[in-house]
């Protein structure tokens, strides 16, 4: 299996503030990443695919980069809204996670 | 309205079955693979299994290989997961999710608990 791991596991954070959560592959997934935001007691939500690939309806203050094994999620200027946590996604073969980022408020 | 819609969840003891189901509607079921992903309380995500668009091909995690089923009905619009042998490192939420073109997880259901416990 390949492992994704995250990086930090919490964030503090101010609303304004930009934000950058990293992902890294233990292997080559080439482009095959995608981000998700989940709030507590919901379902994930996805934000980027295809590594850089905004999904239609989200805020452009997201954004994703990377390929191969790195790979980052920035939020330009953190809204009361993206208090929430963060997964990175690999479907290059079977899927798997990495083990989110907490971002919350400083 | 585009939607996944989960059920099936509850309290069962160790060894013993349960089958979820997840309704889609809104869309053509039948051109999408689906996959069923849980999450155990308090934890990350972990992917449990997918199935094609025309059940041709399953695939499933090394933790649940031999003792969960996935399969589909597209005259119903339904997914399905037959979990047998369930343990007490099964209990989750357990998602059905849509992959898109891209095979990313465009579309996600609520969620359904299962707990295993005695």
């Known amino acids: 299996d390949i492992q994704m791991t995250q990086s930090p596991s919490t964030l503090s954070a101010s609303v304004g503030d930009r934000v950058t959560i990293t992902c890294r592959a233990s292997?080559?997934?080439?482009?095959?990443l995608a981000w998700y935001q989940q709030r507590p007691g919901k379902a994930p939500k996805v934000l980027i695919y295809?590594?850089?690939t905004l999904e239609s309806g989200v805020p452009s203050r997201f954004s994703g980069s990377g390929s191969g094994t790195e790979f980052t999620l920035t939020i330009t200027s953190l809204q009361p809204d993206d208090f929430a946590t963060y997964y990175c996604h690999q479907y290059n073969t079977y899927p798997t996670f990495g083990q989110g980022t907490k971002v919350e408020i400083k | 309205q585009v939607q996944l819609v989960e059920s099936g969840g509850g309290v069962v003891p160790p060894g013993r079955s349960l089958r979820l189901s997840c309704a889609a509607s809104g869309f053509t079921f039948s051109g999408f693979g689906v996959h069923w992903v849980r999450q155990s309380p308090g934890k990350g995500l972990e992917w449990v299994a997918v199935?094609?668009?025309?059940?041709?091909?399953?695939y499933y995690a090394e933790s649940v290989k031999g003792r969960f089923t996935i399969s589909r009905d597209n005259s119903k619009n339904t997914l399905y997961l037959q979990m047998n042998s369930l343990r007490v490192e099964d209990t989750a939420v357990y998602y059905c999710?849509?992959?898109?073109?891209?095979?990313?997880?465009?579309?996600w259901g609520q969620g359904t608990l299962v707990t295993v416990s005695s």
């Open positions: 295809k590594a850089s």
């Open positions: 292997q080559s997934i080439s482009d095959w």
């Open positions: 999710a849509r992959a898109g073109q891209q095979l990313h997880y465009e579309l």
């Open positions: 199935i094609w668009y025309d059940a041709d091909n399953k």
